[in-house]
Nanobody
């Protein structure tokens, strides 16, 4: 089992940048694929990005491709997403998740964090 805690959210102007972190407990972090998802008010939770166990394989939603970069440091049990050129449409609660493969499917992830709010002002 793994517990996940997100951090790094906040308020930023359009065009700005933020880096979110996801700290994992337990000694099995490196065995999990990891993902970032987000949920805006009144909308369903949606896929943002995913990364495989060793960081070599990544997967991005079209809406963030070229602006967001997912990465992980297995020695620190931490995953990151660097978010650049932020837009008001990126405003959402961002969640990290751990699962068996770096897919866009929510159902593939067994463990979830509590989320961190990202607000992008225009």
């Amino acid at each position: 089992q793994v517990q996940l805690v997100e951090s790094g959210g906040g308020l930023v102007q359009a065009g700005g940048s933020l880096r979110l972190s996801c700290a994992a407990s337990g000694r099995t972090f490196s065995s999990y694929a990891m993902g970032w998802f987000r949920q805006a008010p009144g909308k369903e939770r949606e896929f943002v990005a995913a990364i495989n166990w060793n960081g070599v394989g990544t997967n991005y939603a079209d809406s963030v491709k070229g602006r967001f970069t997912i990465s992980r440091d297995n020695a620190k049990n931490t995953m990151y997403v660097q978010m650049n050129s932020l837009k008001p449409g990126d405003t959402a609660v961002y969640y990290c998740a751990a699962g068996g493969r770096p897919t866009s499917l929510l159902s593939a992830y067994a463990y979830w964090g509590q989320g961190t709010q990202v607000t992008v002002s225009s």
